[in-house]
Structures are given as C-alpha cells and as structure tokens.
DNA sequence: CTTAAATCTTTACAGCGTAAAGATTGAGTT
DNA sequence: AACTCAATCTTTACGCTGTAAAGATTTAAG
C-alpha cells in the first residue's frame, strides 16, 4: 500500500513477481528488463540497483518458480509412506502435472537452465535442483528397503526423471492435442514399466 | 566459388547454413539476423527477400537440424528387423545420442518448437514431427506382431517417447556432470523397464 | 547534523527486428 | 537486340532493447 514515492520499498521481490506474471501473461519472447520495470513503476534502469543484469532477474524468477515447484513436490508426498513405491508413483505423477498446470513454466525454468546435477549421485556432487534431489532420495530409499543395489537404483532414479520429465516436455509442446483425462493417464504410463 | 556481386546467388539456403553454424559455435543467444547477414556478406534487410521474418529463418533451420535428424534416425533401424524390440532400443539410443553429440541442437529444435503431434494417434491427427513418426508406427508394428491391443501400444509409444525425450533433456543441460560410457548406459536405461 | 550508502532517474549508445523506398540484375518477350 | 518486369539486394529510418555512466533522492549510521 506504499505510496508512491521516490524510494518503491520493495522493488526487488516487486520485479521478480511481476517478471513472473509477464511470462505467464504474455512468454518470455515478450519478456524485457524495461517492461518489468514499467509494470512496477519505475525507470528503465532502477532494476539495476538489485541485479546485475537481465540474467540475473530471471535466475531470481526461475528460483521463485523452482521453489514454488518443490513445495508442490513435498506436498505431494506429505501424507505417504515413504517406504512404498506408491510414494514414488504420486511424486512422478505431480511432477507432470505442474507443468501440465503451468506449462509456459516448462520452457522458462530449463531453457538456459540453471540446473546443476551430479548424475553419477556420488553424494557429494553439487545438485542444486531440489526436485530431482527429493525423486532422488525417495527412490534409494523405498528401493533399499526392496534390497536393491545401490549402481541398480542410480539407473532407475535417471530412468524415472527421465520419464517424468520428458512427459512434461511432450505434454507441454504447443501443438500437443491429446483427449486424455491426463492425471491417470500419466500414471498408468509411469506405472506401465 | 562466386565472385562478389549484386546477386548473392543462392542466399537462402546460405542463410540456413550460415544461421545453423552460429547455433552451433554461439548458441541461440547470440543468434540474430543482422549477424547471419553479415556472415553471408549480405545487407541487413536482405533476409526479407527470403524470409518474412526472423522467426520464419529460425523455422527454416529448425526443419533443415530436423531432416538430418530424422535422416540419422532411419539409418540406424535400417538393417534392423522391423518386426524386433530390439529396432526400438536402436532407434530410442539414435534419439538421445543424437543430442548428446550436438547439445546445442536440443533446446534449439524444442525451443518455441513446431512439433505438432496428436498423442491419441487416430492416424488422423496433423503429425508433423517425423522422428516421433518413426517410433510410433515401429513401436506399433513391433507390438502388433505381439499380439497387444493397440490401446495398450498408445501408452508404450508414449512412455518411449518420453523416456528418450526425457534423457536428452537431461543429458544435454549445461551443468550435468557424467562419467558414463552413455552409448551403453542409455541402453540399460531404456531397456530397464 | 553530517556523511555515506542505498536506491532511483536521466541520458546516452550500440545492437536488434523490420518497414519502406530505391538500386541492380537477370529472365522472358517481342 | 532492346524492353520490361519480377526477383533480389541496399540504404535509410524507426522504435525497442540491454546496459553503462552520472546525477538525484532518500534512508541509515555516526
């Protein structure tokens, strides 16, 4: 309810939320430092007193998203047992449909991704992408509890994001027609293997 | 070998080349039409004789990066037997080592992407991405022969073709680390369910 | 109250996509 | 061979972009 006033008070949050809503609204071809500046009612170069470069605000928003993303992860998983492949199965299945929800998200968040993952899952690689951290360690752990090698469930954990993530990249393609009540739909494809 | 002259003499399809070559050495960021001109040692507003827009080029190099895909594609299932899994393991490894040796093509091709697929497969739909063609009707041809009702073989084209899709987008991130021999991993992966 | 740091504005510049108008060339007609 | 026209290319220009630089305003600390 600020004022309008030299100083905006809360610029930096301002033009991440706004950023956020450009892309939704109208993609991120249409996306420029000026117009989130307009949109929060400052001038064309004031985002530069809280980030260094265009880069660097949409780093912010792409973290934001990302965030918002794996709260919506560890929902998903909140009230299951941990232990059962049916964890596994609920975890995959809201992956997809984040983006089935949100799918200008899809492209925004991997197109020059700040995604960073140790594949070979030594445990001390740097993974700074928490959703693929909680598919992860979810899945060494419902699959130890089955007594399963651990060289075996790293294959399993790639072939699982995999899965996941290439449903939401094939789901959220512009020209995608599809008739499906997708919610079971990706289950059943999850499953079926 | 043509001298310099008014007439460049066959700019359009220099400016695919020329435009295909910067994706290549400087990524899509730095793509742009003036600097594919110049590289053609054209004017700037020369492009327009051939393309309306920049995003028409960008159309032109996507279709020309596809066709010799989808060319790599069909040479690898070509000594196969068609009515075999094993055909689609080749084709699924063609599919994401194809990406792997050319990172930069992966964004590039399903970036703001012209694939349009009708995923119910009523052999009706507009299907205009011809790798997704090729799995489709080998999956459908391999499975027939085993007796599964096409329903069933709906979900498994799919399911492959999101666990290739997947593992290319996985694969071909800026800041993924491996130490695999993939040619072989890519396999057990695939293969695993 | 003074000063410094943080935050915002103004101005400026090079690069971009592309519209418009004009120059050059080659191909076809006569 | 001369004329004509369409295709192809250049020049110029406009508004938008990212961002560097310098200056204004406000807040916070001493």
New binding site residues.
């Given amino acids: 309810m600020a004022e309008k006033?030299?100083?905006?008070?809360n610029?930096k949050e301002g033009l991440i939320e706004a950023g956020i809503n450009l892309i939704n609204e109208e993609g991120e071809k249409h996306?420029?430092?000026?117009?989130v500046?307009a949109l929060c009612?400052?001038?064309?170069?004031?985002p530069?007193?809280?980030f260094?470069?265009?880069?660097e605000l949409l780093k912010a928003m792409q973290n934001h998203v990302t965030d918002q993303f794996t709260a919506e992860l560890k929902k998903s998983i909140k009230d299951e047992d941990l232990d059962s492949p049916t964890a596994i199965i609920k975890l995959g299945k809201c992956y997809v449909m984040f983006f089935i929800r949100n799918p200008q998200y899809f492209e925004f968040l991997f197109s020059q991704s700040l995604v960073r993952v140790d594949l070979n899952m030594n445990d001390d690689g740097a993974n700074n992408y928490p959703p693929f951290e909680l598919l992860r360690k979810l899945t060494f752990r419902v699959f130890r509890k089955m007594g399963m090698p651990k060289n075996e469930i790293k294959d399993i954990v790639i072939s699982e994001w995999a899965t996941v993530h290439g449903l939401a990249a094939i789901l959220t393609m512009k020209g995608i027609s599809y008739d499906y009540d997708w919610e079971q739909k990706i289950e059943d494809i999850i499953v079926h293997k």
Same sequence: chains 1, 2.
Avoid: D, P, T
């Fill in positions: 006033s030299y100083h905006h008070g610029l996306f420029s430092l000026r117009r500046a009612g400052v001038s064309n170069a004031a530069y007193s809280h260094k470069s265009k880069e």
